[in-house]
Each structure stands twice: as structure tokens, then as C-alpha cells.
Antibody, heavy 118, light 106 residues
Framework: QLQLQESGPGLMKPSETLSLTCAVF?????????WAWIRQPPGMGLEWIAT???????YYSPSLRSRVTISADTSRNQFSLKLTSVTAADTALYYC???????????WGPGTLVTVSS | DIQMTQSPSTLSASVGDRVTITCRAS??????LAWYQHKPGRAPNLLIY???SLESGVPSRFSGSESGTEFTLTITSLQPDDSATYYC?????????FGQGTKVEI
């Protein structure tokens, strides 16, 4: 059974760089699938951030493209998200997920809350 | 970018009711649409993919349909456990986008 688990800093200050990691259990991130990050600000809906194909090709939300990077660490079977220059608007519950071609976001982590506050 | 317009934002219904939620895409998405159920404190759960395919393990009272660029999630015989927020999402091309969500109150 595939499982994903996010980890992150919890509390951050404005202008810092957010680093999140998603550990994958039960599947190899080198397989032919897509790995994604999605967030949900408090009281708001879901927002897609980025997707990475196993080949290394990456796709980003236009609104975040200038600040975000998604990457893989195959030796640890995990993938990561970096978001630079965070502000209070980046406060959200961050989810990692696996997208299967033709299906959608089939597997999700439980989410990790990131709060940006001075 | 493709926009997904979801309605209503909230709906109240009773146990046993039939409810429908609609998503309209701003252009063709070739049926590449998924529906998710999201409960507070839990990860979203995939219900329907490719507009009308039921995900394994999801109760058969959930169904999806499409007509052109309009997509519908139907819950027949609403159950107490169905209280949640529901989102549509297209994955036709990038950027992927979600609908605004529909909160179902029972």
C-alpha cells in the first residue's frame, strides 16, 4: 500500500525559504508516475503548486513559478518542494500526492501545516 | 489557463436526498476531470476520475457525468458520512486547477 508523509518546519518567518519533503513508501519515485504538491490556505480551497514526472520534467503553477522548485532525491525515495521569500499568504496546509496518468491524484499524504508569521 | 467554475459553494440536504454538484470548464478538457471528497483534518480522497469512472472502494451512490464542458457529481441517497467539501480538478494540461469547492451539510 502506497503511503506518503510530508515533513516541514511548521513555523517560519517572512522572507525565509520553505523546504518541504515528502517521503514515499510502497513505490519508487523513479517509476513512471507524477509526484505533486498541493496546498490549502486556512478557510480556502485546494491550490495546485507543482508536479514532477519521474523523468525529471517539472511543471509549476504560473502564480508561484518564480519562487518554487520541485525536485527528487531518488536515493532516499523522496521528493521536495522549495518556496522562496515566503509571506503570510503562504500559510497553508501542504500536501504531497501521487498522480497516476489518466486517473488523477490517487494517493495523498496527511498534510503538514506551515505558518508564516513574524 | 483553464478555469473550473464549481457550484453551489454550499448546499444543505437531508439523509436520503439526491444531490448534484456542477463544475464548468472554460474550455474542453477531454474528460480529464476528477472529483475529490475532503474532510477536515484528513487528506482529500479521490472519488471519480476521467469524469465518470468510479474509484475502487468508493460507494456506488457517487457518480460522475459530463456534457460538453459541464461536469456533474451526483450523490444518490445522501448519508451522514458524506458531510464534506467536494472539489473538481482538471488534469487535461498544465496548470492543473481545482474548482472552488462545495461544502455539503447534512
Amino acid at each position: 500500500q502506497l503511503q506518503l508523509q510530508e515533513s516541514g518546519p511548521g513555523l517560519m518567518k517572512p522572507s525565509e525559504t520553505l523546504s518541504l519533503t515528502c517521503a514515499v513508501f510502497g513505490a519508487s519515485i523513479s517509476s513512471s508516475d507524477y509526484w505533486a504538491w498541493i496546498r490549502q490556505p486556512p478557510g480556502m480551497g485546494l491550490e495546485w503548486i507543482a508536479t514532477m514526472y519521474s523523468s525529471g520534467r517539472t511543471y509549476y503553477s504560473p502564480s508561484l513559478r518564480s519562487r518554487v522548485t520541485i525536485s527528487a532525491d531518488t536515493s532516499r525515495n523522496q521528493f521536495s518542494l522549495k518556496l522562496t521569500s515566503v509571506t503570510a499568504a503562504d500559510t497553508a496546509l501542504y500536501y504531497c500526492a501521487k498522480h497516476e496518468y489518466g486517473v488523477g491524484l490517487r494517493y495523498w499524504g496527511p498534510g503538514t501545516l506551515v505558518t508564516v508569521s513574524s | 489557463d483553464i478555469q473550473m467554475t464549481q457550484s453551489p459553494s454550499t448546499l444543505s440536504a437531508s439523509v436520503g436526498d439526491r444531490v448534484t454538484i456542477t463544475c464548468r470548464a472554460s474550455q474542453s478538457i477531454n474528460s480529464w476531470l476528477a472529483w475529490y471528497q475532503h474532510k477536515p483534518g484528513r487528506a482529500p480522497n479521490l472519488l471519480i476520475y476521467k469524469a465518470s469512472s468510479l474509484e475502487s472502494g468508493v460507494p456506488s451512490r457517487f457518480s460522475g457525468s459530463e456534457s460538453g464542458t459541464e461536469f456533474t457529481l451526483t450523490i444518490t441517497s445522501l448519508q451522514p458520512d458524506d458531510s464534506a467539501t467536494y472539489y473538481c480538478q482538471h488534469y487535461n494540461n498544465y496548470p492543473w486547477t481545482f474548482g472552488q469547492g462545495t461544502k455539503v451539510e447534512i
